[in-house]
């Protein structure tokens, strides 16, 4: 059983700033790509932001330059500095990742989210 838990999210205010973290915990062998997506209301699910095992990372243009994705491999958490926030940045935040356990390789498991709102 694998869970992933976010965290970090609250109201905030035009030009501020929050940090998102998502830990995964259960019987994880390893953790391949992270990512965080987000749902405004009445919106599609869309990529924020995403991270290889590796490191690498790759942005949604509309938060490029304000968010940055992380991860720390030795505690199985990604996380989202997000900075100059803006109100159509409001959404539930939901972490992804891609991981292998000793029943199955490179599932998909989502966290349930965690809602950001920024005031205008």
């Known amino acids: 059983q694998v869970q992933l838990v976010e965290s970090g999210g609250g109201l905030v205010q035009t030009g501020g700033s929050l940090r998102l973290s998502c830990a995964a915990s259960?019987?994880?062998?390893?953790?391949?790509?992270m990512g965080w997506y987000r749902q405004a209301p009445g919106k599609q699910r869309e990529l924020v932001a995403a991270?290889?095992?590796?490191?690498?990372?790759n942005y949604a243009d509309s938060v490029k330059g304000r968010f940055t994705i992380s991860r720390d491999n030795a505690k199985n958490t990604v996380y989202l500095q997000m900075n100059s926030l803006k109100p159509e940045d409001t959404a539930v935040y939901y972490c992804?990742?891609?991981?292998?356990?000793?029943?199955?390789w490179g599932r998909g498991y989502w966290g349930k989210g965690t809602l950001v709102t920024v005031s205008s």
């Open positions: 992804n990742a891609v991981i292998d356990t000793v029943v199955a």
């Open positions: 259960g019987s994880i062998f390893s953790i391949n790509g």
């Open positions: 991270i290889t095992s590796g490191g690498s990372t």
